[in-house]
């Protein structure tokens, strides 16, 4: 058994350094929007995006009008698409209950489901307007009742875009800013003079955003760790060299940090691979993109059995994870890491970024270990209550809550319960003694 790198890309060491690279830029930039607020974030935005308008919010005629200027082929997408998040987010929210139980007699727990009270959603569009990017976090979050939805774009060659513009006031968004990166990020979590902060951010975005929402959470929640694109092609000789290139570049085409690995079990097949992708990159438009994440980010490898396969897939954790084999359900059955699975060749990484209704916004850099993508969920805050409906009752769960805090030492928790067991219950305990 073995498993070989046919084409590698940069090390953990040289990533890691870039990582560092970034986090110090953000570090500054995000101390400089605290302090300064408006002026802070108008320097940034001229600096990096060459944009000053009066205000960075629009007003709603300034929507309507960029909504006009969309055709209604792309408006009729729009809402196709968003009709297909909104039902899987809806069927997802209904999967999510309100309990109350009744644990012994008289004690009562429960949890109830609550709206996070206001979001910031970040749409990238900077190199390429992600439209899609609205539909999942802008619509997902008024899925999941949100009463205050902020969303914020950076300018598209020098303005807004309308179709971006019209998918977050379609989903539901309740202001819209014109503000790309960090300045967009620092705006929503730590708010200015003009922005009312929100108490969580969602969205993807390149290496910059992700590392200002990392820097950010705790002050704010974070939907989790959305960094630049990745993609992993799990495949077999049931497909071929066109479709595994195929949905390698059209990822890595997002950017030229984008991650893009061929796992396989054909020696045939990575070398085939590594042929279609050289074609391809001949006639692809935006192979000044993806030939570069190609050279730094592309990984092939070729393992013994299906067994390795799976090892090696959960150990990377990808963003997406295309698999076309002769055993795709088992690798929905065996696999622990990744963000979303795309079984089968009919289906494809760019049908879930954009239309068919699954969430795009997915846990890159490994994170995936740990957790799934954004969801109607995560909008979602799960609170705990309790309550106790009879003396009997609060007099035989504060015995036991008595002697547990005295074990544990902490006296002042013990008259919590010792002061209910001696009015509920008729029973002279002494202070700071333990309920008998």
């Known amino acids: 058994m073995a498993i070989r790198y046919i084409k590698e890309g940069k090390s953990a060491l040289e990533r890691s350094e870039d990582d560092a690279k970034v986090r110090q830029i953000v570090e500054v930039t995000l101390k400089d929007i605290e302090t300064r607020g408006d002026a802070a974030v108008r320097e940034l935005a001229e600096k990096f995006d060459d944009y000053s308008p009066d205000s960075y919010r629009l007003s709603e005629s300034e929507i309507q009008k960029l909504i006009s200027e969309v055709s209604q082929r792309d408006l009729e997408?729009?809402?196709?698409?968003?009709?297909?998040?909104?039902k899987f987010a809806e069927a997802q929210l209904a999967s999510m209950q309100d309990i109350e139980v009744e644990t012994l007699p008289g004690v009562i727990l429960g949890h109830k489901n609550i709206p996070v009270q206001s979001v910031g959603c970040y749409v990238p569009a900077g190199k390429f307007p992600m439209v899609a990017s609205a539909h999942m976090s802008v619509l997902t979050a008024s899925v999941a009742g949100v009463p205050r939805i902020v969303a914020s774009t950076p300018p598209f060659q020098g303005k807004p875009n309308p179709a971006v513009i019209a998918a977050m006031h379609m989903g539901g968004a309740h202001e819209i800013y014109v503000l790309g990166g960090m300045q967009g990020i620092g705006a929503m979590a730590l708010g200015t003079e003009t922005i009312e902060p929100v108490h969580m951010l969602v969205g993807p975005g390149n290496a910059f955003v992700a590392e200002a929402k990392r820097q950010l959470f705790g002050k704010v929640g974070i939907d989790l760790f959305a960094g630049p694109t990745e993609t992993m092609v799990i495949a077999d000789e049931t497909v071929d060299a066109e479709m595994c290139a195929t949905d390698l570049l059209g990822q890595a085409e997002h950017g030229y940090n984008s991650p893009a690995v061929l796992l396989t079990n054909s020696d045939k097949l990575a070398r085939d691979t590594l042929e279609e992708i050289d074609r391809l990159l001949t006639i692809l438009p935006t192979a000044d993109t993806a030939s570069v994440?190609?050279?730094?980010?592309?990984?092939?490898?070729?393992?013994?059995?299906?067994?390795?396969?799976?090892?090696m897939a959960d150990e990377i954790a990808s963003e997406h994870v295309q698999v076309m084999t002769e055993r795709d359900d088992w690798f929905l059955e065996k696999m622990t890491c990744y963000g979303a699975l795309f079984l089968g060749p009919r289906t494809n990484v760019a049908n879930g970024d954009k239309v068919i209704?699954?969430?795009?916004?997915?846990?890159?850099?490994k994170a995936g270990r740990y957790?799934?993508?954004?969801?109607?969920?995560?909008?979602?805050?799960?609170?705990s209550y309790q309550k106790i409906l009879t003396d009997e009752a609060a007099a035989h769960i504060g015995a036991y809550g008595s002697r547990l805090c005295i074990l544990e030492g902490f006296v002042g928790h013990a008259e919590q319960c010792n002061v209910r067991v001696r009015r509920y219950g008729g029973k002279n305990v002494g202070y700071g003694d333990a309920a008998q």
């Open 371 to 383: 957790t799934g993508g954004l969801w109607v969920g995560k909008f979602l805050k799960t609170h």
């Open 77 to 86: 997408d729009i809402k196709f698409a968003q009709t297909q998040v909104r």
């Open 293 to 311: 994440s190609w050279r730094d980010y592309g990984e092939v490898i070729v393992c013994d059995t299906y067994d390795e396969m799976l090892k």
């Open 357 to 365: 209704g699954t969430n795009h916004t997915l846990p890159t850099k």
